[in-house]
């Protein structure tokens, strides 16, 4: 049986749906006529509108792509066409130096090729909407090359610490620390842990299920005896028939775990946390390569750190999410 969808993430499909429906409903003459339009007038906020619904419609999860998905293409889009302006390129002919140049001033400007390589993705993705609605042949984002980099993303963006953890857990509040837990321990990403449904969590067996993971894929994590613990503390407090949960100024449904479910606000109420401890908060995703790196450090198995932290690829984990000692082979060369 399927899992039951939240309000708030079946409204918003529900408004990514209509938002398409405002270009598909449209004839092939007029859909291509009002992107050429919009592309003639440089109209950002058509031509987001376009690309958005083409990626709802045409896209690998269409009207279930996920809101950050969505944002993302959405900025990264904006910001091709803030740049095209600058430089008077013209959108449905362009230049066959003008994507690559694109590349070039976002890395001579100091944006690293990771990031560079999601501004390219979106401004494909806005070719491809103007493609779609027969406004343009042109293709010109697909033989841009954007350099490798090479430095391990656990380096780049390093776990937090077992030191900053416990001075911001004895800062935190009860959510903030119900919700670092969920990360550090069980590695959860933030949006799996703001749509966690009470029912998702069994403290006696100590495990959670995430229904709603990256990929719309679920799966069944393991609780550490401290989180299983904060769990039951958690529920005593906020679960259904608890103090909190019946204070009547709750804004969410009944049934989450979390009175907020947008990252942005836990990011507000975790900042508060790490700035009262004196730790500078490096994201939600610091919590997870700690989960990470300190599971493969205990067991060596990257195949189950991965399956931990729902990565489909052991390669996701290996590069930015789990790192072994330095002198992790030490006691093996001993006796040579």
Do not use: C
Not at 95 to 113: E, F, I, T
Not at 248 to 267: K, L, N
Request: glycine residues 8%; without cysteine.
């Amino acid at each position: 049986m399927d899992a039951p969808t939240s309000l708030p993430l079946a409204l918003a499909r529900h408004t990514l749906l209509a938002r398409t429906r405002e270009w598909t409903n449209l004839p092939d003459d007029e859909l291509r006529r009002r992107a050429v339009r919009a592309a003639g007038d440089r109209d950002t906020l058509a031509l987001v509108s376009l690309t958005t619904a083409h990626l709802a419609h045409q896209g690998g999860s269409g009207v279930l792509t996920s809101r950050r998905t969505i944002e993302a293409y959405e900025l990264g889009a904006r910001q091709f066409l803030d740049y095209a302006a600058g430089q008077a390129l013209n959108l449905l002919r362009p230049g066959r130096h003008d994507a690559q140049s694109y590349v070039n001033h976002m890395l001579a400007a100091g944006r690293k090729p990771a990031g560079v390589q999601l501004k390219v993705a979106a401004a494909g993705a806005l070719y491809r909407a103007l493609r779609w609605a027969g406004a343009t042949d042109a293709d010109p984002f697909r033989d841009v090359r954007v350099p490798r980099d090479r430095t391990p993303g656990i380096v780049k963006r390093p776990p937090y610490s077992e030191d900053e953890l416990a001075d911001v857990l004895e800062s935190a509040d009860v959510q903030v620390k119900f919700l670092l837990f969920l990360t550090a321990h069980a590695g959860l990403r933030i949006s799996e842990a703001l749509a966690l449904h009470w029912d998702d969590l069994d403290e006696a067996a100590r495990r959670v299920q995430v229904r709603s993971g990256k990929g719309r894929k679920a799966r069944v994590v393991a609780l550490s005896t401290s989180l299983a613990r904060a769990a039951r503390h958690y529920r005593r407090l906020y679960g259904p028939g608890g103090p909190e949960h019946t204070d009547g100024r709750r804004t969410t449904p009944q049934d989450h775990v979390f009175r907020y479910h947008h990252p942005m606000t836990a990011r507000y109420h975790a900042e508060k946390a790490f700035q009262a401890a004196g730790v500078p908060f490096r994201g939600f995703h610091a919590g997870r390569k700690y989960a990470g790196t300190r599971l493969l450090r205990q067991i060596r198995d990257f195949g189950r750190v991965a399956a931990h932290l729902g990565h489909e690829s052991v390669d996701t984990t290996r590069r930015g999410y789990a790192q072994l000692a330095a002198d992790d082979l030490k006691d093996d060369l001993s006796s040579w």
